[in-house]
């Protein structure tokens, strides 16, 4: 079935260091989802991307699409301890726009 | 404004017994769904319901089923606990291609 890979499954950075994750989809999606999970806490979303290569930025924080809406990528400028967490990549399947589905996370921590 | 409110919080089965987490969203969403999370896991498909009156199975639905009460209820039942069932469950709500809203979600032992 679909499946969607996220690496690196953690990353553990000084605080200031930039963090990027990247997302993969084995079959095209329609559009993407970012969510952040605090410890403890339960997926909040971030954004969505819709169009192919688009890019997002939400202040220290910059989205983007792949041209084959097939990948995509959460980069983080200058991290802080407040960007501690999981960030998943969700998106829809081939077969139903309903089914969403979450890639496996990268977990962040942060030495300050 | 409650969005996604799941009951219980916690819960503690013995292997075979029974029962069902609840879910209400009062955001007049019209697909809901039921995802699990292991320890340092993502998050895993169980089943969802783009409608009222429609279920649908996802990434890992056996020993679960559920049921769409109403628009705003959803469901989840475990008719006989497994230890492999030990985990948090998030019941989450959206409008069709939007975001998802997810509750506290359930944490689930099964001993």
Redesign the interface.
Known sequence: ?QQVM?IPQYQHVQEGEDFTTYCNSSTTL??I?W?KQRPG?????LI?LVKSGEVKKQKRLTFQFGEAKKNSSLHITATQTTDVGTY?C?G?TYD??????????T?LSIRP | NAGVTQTPKFQVLKTGQSMTLQCAQDMNHNSMYWYRQDPGMGLRLIYYSASEGTTDKGEVPNGYNVSRLNKREFSLRLESAAPSQTSVYFCASSIYNSPLHFGNGTRLTVT
């Open positions: 079935g996220q329609s559009n989802q969510y806490g339960h997926p909040v979303f969505q998943f969700a829809p139903s726009a309903s089914k969403i589905i979450f890639g496996s996370g977990r």
